[in-house]
Each structure stands twice: as structure tokens, then as C-alpha cells.
């Protein structure tokens, strides 16, 4: 009866989350409910104990990053910089080869450090247009997208800044360049079956004779290209933000960053106070590293394109601080949700359950992938499996010698693949954007994001081979 109480509020929360309903109202609802049917006199105690701080502890480790990315996306918009590289890199790849142009531009921008939701909004026109003039089916636009945002550069790359690439940091003491070549070999290994996919649709299409369709909706205007930032100016601030978070939280073989040779393991925070705070700083270094580079991306957009960007900050800025609102509160609501579903009893037989699979790394990528396909969110999903069973993973890898770089790099994959669930929040967000439908283009989102499930065991299968990250 435990594992079923369990075992349904993570149904119930995939549910309300499948139909559209808020995360924010009902995760709560649902770890209470569970918490209800385990012990009704339980319920006031667990929500202010364990729910509350494990969501709010959620927001005070990563809502900064959620902002200060979602602003620095912003302004790359408001500043003309994102049109400016989307159009380089569209000039330099070719319009003939217009779907690797496109995957190519979504992957610059991401890994940049702008948020995926400003990436589907930046590339979309510059898609449709390269699509109709190649009379490629318009329906394969957002599985492009997808291939280029959502897959390869969210999680797998290392030193990518997303926040599906920094919460294993946290767990695992790392640095967000977790397992270099493990990352690579899996976004190549994305990439190059990604790229395959979207062609042999294309050729599929073409020998059907489907061409890029009318009547479709939402169709952009035609892009002007006139006027545009000079794309050296452009590219700086995605550079900065890049090379910064190196220097910041340090290289993954043992180079120390300037957060480590500044504070050290720990600071004690003093100021005016009569005692002395300590802050651990090895486990939230990847995290001050990602936010001090992506606040020095903002500034240096502003010194860039100051007249620009001033004009229209102040709306844009609103428009940014409520997607990191409603982003981050999605994700810490989860947190605290997975943070009482750890807690009760019917959590040991599902933990049990996977502590039956052997191999640690393959039990955390089961884990991470399942929870992110059942709440449909890479961040969210992969919250809820370290908040429940990072202290598992850590003993069952160091039990065997494999390192924790591994482990973040698994994590950090496996979160992104089961996740683009039709209920997902981004997959909506990017059919709405193009007009098209789950029926006409979803499939395609589904099959070049499911490759990073397939590249989480590919990496795991070379490590396990080489003894290479």
C-alpha cells in the first residue's frame, strides 16, 4: 500500500502536468496528499518542514541563475546581437544546407548561455524563411530547433550553462565541465543521429512530393537583415560568458578557478555581525561561476548596444523576470515535492526497486530519466532523483572508484531526453511559436531529443570500455 500511495502522486503530478495545470498549485497538493495517506496528523509538519524548505532552499541555491540567464537572453534579444548571429552563422553554413544551419544557430545560442525560449523565438523566422525557399516541409522546423536547443548543448557539452548542467554541482561537487570527453563523444553522438534523422525525413518528404505546404499559421514576416550589429560585436558576450565560467569555477582535471583561489572550501560571512556565517564554497562554486559570468554577458551588452537595448529594457526585462519566476518556481516546487515523496515509506520500495540494477551509473540514468519523463521537465526530474537519491549514487559510485565528474555527466544527460513528453513545457511553447501542432511535428521533437537518452548509455558503455572522461 506504501508503494502505491508513492507510486500514485507521481502519476497524479504527470497527470495535472500532461492537461496543463500549474506544477506550482499541484505539486504541493500531491506530496500532501501522499504525506495524507500515510499519516493524516503528519500533513501541517511536512509541508512547513520539508516541503517549504526544500523549495525554497531550491530557489535560494538556483533562482539567480534562472534570472539572470533569462535576462542576459533578453537583452542578446532587445540588442539586435541574436539576429546579428543567426544571420552569420545562417551566411558562413549556406542556406542550402538550411536545417544544419539552423541546428547550428540554436546551438551557438544556447550554449552561450541564452535561455531556450529566447533560441525558439530568435531562430524561428530565420527557419521558416530558410525553409521555404528550400521547400522543406514546414513541419520539420521544430524537431530542428529541438535537435539544436534542447538536446546536445543543454546538458551534454561541457561547460554549457544551463541550468540542467549546473544542479549536479551542487550533489557532486563538480564544475559545470564535468566529464569533458564523455560529454563530447555524447554530443556527437546527438548530433550526427540527429542530423541523420532530420535528412532522411527530408529526402522522405521530397520523394512523396511534400514541399513546405500553405495555409499554415503563425507564418513570420520576412526577416530583415538590414542594419544589423557587426556579428564580432555580436558573438563577444556569448564568448565572455563562455570563457568566464572557465576562469570563474576552474577545468575539470584539478586547475583551480578564481573562486577557488579567492575563498577557498569555505568563507565565513562577517560584515557587521557579532558571530560569523560559514559558507561551504566547493559545493555552490559552478553556481557563483555561472552567475558572476552571465551578470559580466548583461553588463557587457549594455556598454555594447547601450542605446539599443535602453529603449525597450524596461518592458523586456518584466517579460524576462516572469519567465524566471514562473521557470524556477516550477522546478522548486518539484524539488520540494520529490523532498517529501523521499520521505515516506513507499520511497523505499521504489529506491529498493532500483537499487537492484547493478551498475551505479546505469541506476542513475534509469532514475533521472524516468522522474524527467513523469514530470515532464529535465530540471525538475533530475531535482527530484538527486534530492531523493544523490547520498545512494555517491556511495554505490565510490564503492566501485567511479568519479563524481561521471556521475554529473549522466545526470545531467539523462535529465534531457524522456523530459520533451508531450506535456513538457517547452515542446508546447515551441509548436505554439511555429503554428504547428503535436500531430504535425511532434514525433520529430520526440526522436532527435530521445537520442540523448540513447547517448547516456553510449557514454556510459565507453567509460565502463575506457575508464575515459
Known amino acids: 500500500?506504501?508503494?502505491?500511495?508513492?507510486?500514485?502522486?507521481?502519476?497524479?503530478?504527470?497527470?495535472?502536468?500532461?492537461?496543463?495545470?500549474?506544477?506550482?498549485?499541484?505539486?504541493?497538493?500531491?506530496?500532501?496528499?501522499?504525506?495524507?495517506?500515510?499519516?493524516?496528523?503528519?500533513?501541517?509538519?511536512?509541508?512547513?518542514?520539508?516541503?517549504?524548505?526544500?523549495?525554497?532552499?531550491?530557489?535560494?541555491?538556483?533562482?539567480?541563475?534562472?534570472?539572470?540567464?533569462?535576462?542576459?537572453?533578453?537583452?542578446?534579444?532587445?540588442?539586435?546581437?541574436?539576429?546579428?548571429?543567426?544571420?552569420?552563422?545562417?551566411?558562413?553554413v549556406g542556406k542550402e544546407q538550411a536545417m544544419l544551419a539552423i541546428v547550428l544557430v540554436c546551438a551557438v545560442l544556447t550554449y552561450g548561455g541564452v535561455s531556450l525560449f529566447v533560441v525558439v523565438f530568435a531562430a524561428y523566422p530565420f527557419a521558416a524563411e530558410l525553409f521555404r525557399a528550400g521547400d522543406i516541409p514546414k513541419r520539420l522546423i521544430p524537431g530542428t530547433i529541438a535537435l539544436g536547443a534542447f538536446s546536445f548543448t543543454m546538458d551534454a557539452l561541457p561547460f554549457t550553462p544551463q541550468i540542467q548542467n549546473i544542479i549536479p554541482t551542487t550533489y557532486f561537487k563538480t564544475t559545470t565541465g564535468a566529464a569533458p570527453i564523455l560529454g563530447v563523444i555524447g554530443a556527437i553522438f546527438i548530433l550526427v543521429c540527429g542530423m541523420s534523422y532530420l535528412e532522411w525525413q527530408k529526402r522522405r518528404a521530397r520523394a512523396n512530393g511534400e514541399g513546405y505546404g500553405e495555409g499554415h499559421i503563425n507564418e513570420p514576416?520576412?526577416?530583415?537583415?538590414?542594419?544589423?550589429?557587426?556579428?564580432?560585436?555580436?558573438?563577444?558576450?556569448?564568448?565572455?560568458?563562455?570563457?568566464?565560467?572557465?576562469?570563474?569555477?576552474?577545468?575539470?582535471?584539478g586547475i583551480p578557478g578564481l573562486i577557488d583561489w579567492a575563498y577557498g572550501a569555505s568563507y565565513d560571512l562577517k560584515l557587521a555581525m557579532d558571530h560569523a556565517i560559514p559558507t561551504p564554497v566547493q559545493p555552490i562554486r559552478a553556481v557563483w561561476a555561472v552567475e558572476g559570468a552571465l551578470l559580466t554577458g548583461i553588463i557587457l551588452v549594455f556598454l555594447l548596444a547601450f542605446r539599443t537595448v535602453s529603449?525597450?529594457?524596461?518592458?523586456?526585462?518584466?517579460?524576462?523576470?516572469?519567465?524566471?519566476?514562473?521557470?524556477?518556481?516550477?522546478?522548486?516546487?518539484?524539488?520540494?515535492?520529490?523532498?517529501?515523496?523521499?520521505?515516506?515509506?513507499?520511497?523505499?520500495?521504489?529506491?529498493?526497486?532500483?537499487?537492484?540494477?547493478?551498475?551505479?551509473?546505469?541506476?542513475?540514468?534509469?532514475?533521472?530519466?524516468?522522474?524527467?519523463?513523469?514530470?515532464?521537465?529535465?530540471?525538475?526530474?533530475?531535482?527530484?532523483?538527486?534530492?531523493?537519491?544523490?547520498?545512494?549514487?555517491?556511495?554505490?559510485?565510490n564503492a566501485v572508484g567511479i568519479p563524481m565528474q561521471v556521475l554529473h555527466r549522466v545526470a545531467a544527460m539523462a535529465s534531457g531526453g524522456m523530459d520533451t513528453l508531450p506535456h513538457n513545457g517547452a515542446v508546447i511553447t515551441l509548436l505554439a511559436v511555429t503554428g504547428l501542432t503535436h500531430r504535425e511535428s511532434y514525433k520529430d521533437i520526440f526522436a532527435v531529443t530521445i537520442l540523448k537518452t540513447a547517448a547516456v548509455f553510449v557514454i556510459i558503455g565507453v567509460y565502463e570500455f575506457s575508464g575515459l572522461y
Not at 495524507?36 to 539567480?64: C, E, I, R, S
Not at 538590414?226 to 569555477?249: K, M
Not at 519567465?323 to 515509506?345: D, K, Q, R
Open 1 to 92: 500500500m506504501d508503494f502505491l500511495i508513492a507510486l500514485a502522486a507521481l502519476c497524479f503530478l504527470m497527470f495535472v502536468a500532461y492537461r496543463g495545470f500549474s506544477v506550482i498549485l499541484f505539486a504541493p497538493i500531491a506530496a500532501m496528499g501522499a504525506v495524507f495517506l500515510t499519516d493524516p496528523h503528519a500533513v501541517p509538519a511536512a509541508f512547513t518542514n520539508l516541503f517549504m524548505v526544500k523549495m525554497v532552499g531550491f530557489a535560494q541555491l538556483y533562482f539567480p541563475v534562472f534570472l539572470l540567464g533569462a535576462v542576459f537572453g533578453k537583452v542578446i534579444e532587445l540588442s539586435g546581437f541574436a539576429k546579428s548571429i543567426v544571420a552569420t552563422i545562417i551566411r558562413v
Open 221 to 253: 514576416a520576412p526577416v530583415d537583415t538590414t542594419h544589423l550589429p557587426s556579428p564580432w560585436i555580436a558573438f563577444l558576450p556569448l564568448i565572455v560568458v563562455f570563457v568566464l565560467n572557465i576562469i570563474l569555477g576552474g577545468f575539470p582535471p
Open 311 to 397: 529603449k525597450t529594457f524596461a518592458e523586456g526585462s518584466k517579460a524576462a523576470v516572469a519567465g524566471a519566476l514562473l521557470a524556477a518556481m516550477n522546478t522548486a516546487t518539484e524539488y520540494g515535492f520529490g523532498g517529501v515523496i523521499a520521505s515516506l515509506p513507499g520511497f523505499l520500495a521504489i529506491r529498493d526497486a532500483l537499487g537492484a540494477i547493478p551498475n551505479p551509473l546505469v541506476r542513475e540514468a534509469v532514475t533521472v530519466t524516468s522522474l524527467a519523463g513523469i514530470t515532464g521537465s529535465a530540471s525538475g526530474g533530475m531535482s527530484i532523483a538527486l534530492a531523493a537519491m544523490s547520498k545512494d549514487f555517491i556511495e554505490a559510485a
